[in-house]
Structures are given as structure tokens and as C-alpha cells.
Antibody
Framework: QVQLQESGPGLVKPSGTLSLTCAVSGDSISSNFWWSWVRQAPGRGLEWIGEVYHSGSTNYNLSLESRITLSVDRSKNQFSLKLTSVTAADTAVYFC?????????????WGKGTTVTVSS | DTQMTQSPSSLSASVGDRVTITCRTSQNIYNFLNWYQQKPGKAPKLLIYAASRLQSGVPSRFSGSGSGPDFTLTISSLQPEDFATYYCQQTYIVPRTFGPGTKVDIK
């Protein structure tokens, strides 16, 4: 059974860098999937952040592109998100998910989510 | 970006009701349309992908239909565990945008 688990600091200072990791178990990160990040601000809907392939190829939400880096660590079977110059608007629950490239890129497995608050 | 709209934004229904939610896209996404269910404090759960394919393990009372630009999620007989927020998402074009959500609550 494939499982994803997010980890990282729950509190980040304004103008700082948000860094999260998603550990993948039950599957290889080198499988044919996009490894994705989605966030949800308090009381709001879902926002697609971006995705990374095990080769290092990435797609980003253009609204975040100047601040975001996604990467893969195949040795640890995990992938990561870095978001720089954060503000209160980046306060959200961050989910990692798997996008199935074998079919219609649907996100069929999700982590439970981790809450990140941007505050001094 | 592909804009996604959902209607209604919320609805109240009773157990046993038939519920229909509509998603409209601003571009042709063929059938790269997925539906997710999200309960408070939980991660989204995939229900339907490719517009009409039922994800493994999802009850058959959920169904999807349509082709660009209009898609529909139908719950044939609403159950107590179905009270949640439902999101559509297109995965044909990057960014893989979500609709704003439809909240289904108890009448």
C-alpha cells in the first residue's frame, strides 16, 4: 500500500523559506508518476503548487514559479518543496500527492497534510 | 490557466437524495477531469478520474459524466458519509487547476 507522509516545520517567519519533505513508502519514487504538492489556505479551496518527476523535470504554478523549487531524492525515496520569501498568504495545509502519468494524471494517493503557519 | 467553475457552490440535501454537481472548464481538456471528496481536516480523496472512471474502492453510487467543457458528478443516493466538499480538477494542462468546490451538507 502506497503511503505519503509530509514533514517539516510548522512555523516559518515572514520572508523566510518554507521547506517540506514528502516520504514515499510502498512505491519507488522512480516509478512513472508526477510527485505533486497541493495547498489549502484556511477556509479556502485547493491550490495546485507543482509537480516533479524522478528525473528532476518539474512543472510549477506560474503564480509561485519565482519562489518555488521542487526536487527529488531517490536515495531516500522522497521529494521536497522549498518556497522562499514567504508571507502570511502562504499559511496553509500542504499536501503531497502522486499523479498517475500512466493514465490521466489523476492524484490517486495523498499524504495527510501538514499545517504551515507564517508568523513572526 | 484553465479556469474551473463549479455549481452550485453549496447545497443542502437529505439522505437518499440524488445529488448532481457541475464543473465547467474554460478550455478543452478532453476527458482529463477528476473529482475529489474532502472532509474537514482530511486530505482529498479521488472518486472519479477521466471524467467517468470510478476509482477503485469508491462506491458505485458515485458516477461522473460529460465532456469538455461541462462535466457532472452524480451521487445517486446520498449517504451520511457523503456530506463533504467536492472538487473537480483538470489534469490536461499545467497548472492542473481545481474548481472552487461544492459543499454538500445536511438539510
Amino acid at each position: 500500500q502506497v503511503q505519503l507522509q509530509e514533514s517539516g516545520p510548522g512555523l516559518v517567519k515572514p520572508s523566510g523559506t518554507l521547506s517540506l519533505t514528502c516520504a514515499v513508502s510502498g512505491d519507488s519514487i522512480s516509478s512513472n508518476f508526477w510527485w505533486s504538492w497541493v495547498r489549502q489556505a484556511p477556509g479556502r479551496g485547493l491550490e495546485w503548487i507543482g509537480e516533479v518527476y524522478h528525473s528532476g523535470s518539474t512543472n510549477y504554478n506560474l503564480s509561485l514559479e519565482s519562489r518555488i523549487t521542487l526536487s527529488v531524492d531517490r536515495s531516500k525515496n522522497q521529494f521536497s518543496l522549498k518556497l522562499t520569501s514567504v508571507t502570511a498568504a502562504d499559511t496553509a495545509v500542504y499536501f503531497c500527492a502522486r499523479g498517475d502519468m500512466n493514465t490521466f494524471y489523476q492524484m490517486d494517493v495523498w499524504g495527510k497534510g501538514t499545517t504551515v503557519t507564517v508568523s513572526s | 490557466d484553465t479556469q474551473m467553475t463549479q455549481s452550485p457552490s453549496s447545497l443542502s440535501a437529505s439522505v437518499g437524495d440524488r445529488v448532481t454537481i457541475t464543473c465547467r472548464t474554460s478550455q478543452n481538456i478532453y476527458n482529463f477531469l477528476n473529482w475529489y471528496q474532502q472532509k474537514p481536516g482530511k486530505a482529498p480523496k479521488l472518486l472519479i478520474y477521466a471524467a467517468s472512471r470510478l476509482q477503485s474502492g469508491v462506491p458505485s453510487r458515485f458516477s461522473g459524466s460529460g465532456s469538455g467543457p461541462d462535466f457532472t458528478l452524480t451521487i445517486s443516493s446520498l449517504q451520511p458519509e457523503d456530506f463533504a466538499t467536492y472538487y473537480c480538477q483538470q489534469t490536461y494542462i499545467v497548472p492542473r487547476t481545481f474548481g472552487p468546490g461544492t459543499k454538500v451538507d445536511i438539510k
